[in-house]
């Protein structure tokens, strides 16, 4: 089974700041089969980027991912305040089960 | 527009069961895989189960294989999941999700959840 292991824990920025998010697989992830996730109190997960790096329907150019192998990133351009949540990614570049990271909050410095 | 409405959870004790429903709306069910995650209180992800398109395929996670079992009802558009000999760490909110294709990997869509309280 691939960990993901994501860091920060926890990002610390201000609105109109660049978020720089990782995310590390204990072992490469084929035809970088990973997906990144944002969730708010209270509501279910939102798929932003899946393939890596390709954007979900809806989400906005700010949100890019890149990456491959072992080591992605969910880069945030310029932080607008409804960016400020939780950030998971997951892969699913192997057999199921598709394990997730721990994932990553974001807060309002 | 895709919905999807879990329901069926509640409070249990140790050892009982319970079964899981997510009524789906809005595309072809048969077409795409079904997943269910769960998030304990204050806690992150977990995958717990998947099911491809057809129905043919089910996958767990190691933590509930054995005791929960996924299957989907296309005549009514319906994920299940059913849940034997919980446990206190099985509590937690249940997402029901949608594959983008007919294969398990990641969700487009969720549903809101239903909070499963396994306690004595």
């Known amino acids: 089974e691939i960990v993901l292991t994501q860091f920060p824990g926890t990002l610390s920025l201000s609105p109109g700041e660049r978020a720089t998010l990782s995310c590390r697989a204990s072992?490469?992830?084929?035809?970088?089969?990973l997906a990144w996730y944002q969730q708010k109190p209270g509501q279910a997960p939102r798929l932003l980027i899946y393939g890596a790096s390709s954007r979900a329907t809806g989400i906005p150019d700010r949100f890019t991912g890149s990456g491959s192998g072992t080591d992605f990133t969910l880069t945030i351009s310029r932080l607008e305040p409804e960016d400020f949540a939780v950030y998971y990614c997951?892969?699913?570049?192997?057999?199921?089960?598709?394990?997730f990271g721990q994932g990553t909050k974001l807060e309002i410095k | 527009e895709v919905q999807l409405l879990e329901s069926g959870g509640g409070l249990v004790q140790p050892g009982g069961s319970l079964r899981l429903s997510c009524a789906a709306s809005?595309?072809?069910?048969?077409?795409?895989?079904m997943i269910w995650v769960r998030q304990a209180p204050g806690k992150g992800l977990e995958w717990v189960s998947g099911t491809s398109g057809n129905g043919d395929y089910r996958y767990y996670a190691d933590s509930v294989k054995g005791r929960f079992t996924i299957s989907r009802d296309k005549s009514k558009n319906t994920l299940y999941l059913q849940m034997n000999s919980l446990r206190a760490e099985d509590t937690a909110v249940y997402f029901c999700?949608?594959?983008?294709?007919?294969?398990?990997?990641?969700?487009?869509?969720w549903g809101q959840g239903t909070l499963v309280t396994v306690s004595s």
């Open positions: 809005g595309f072809t069910f048969s077409s795409y895989a």
């Open positions: 999700a949608k594959g983008d294709t007919g294969w398990p990997y990641y969700a487009d869509y």
């Open positions: 072992q490469s992830v084929s035809s970088s089969y």
């Open positions: 997951q892969q699913y570049g192997s057999s199921p089960p598709y394990t």
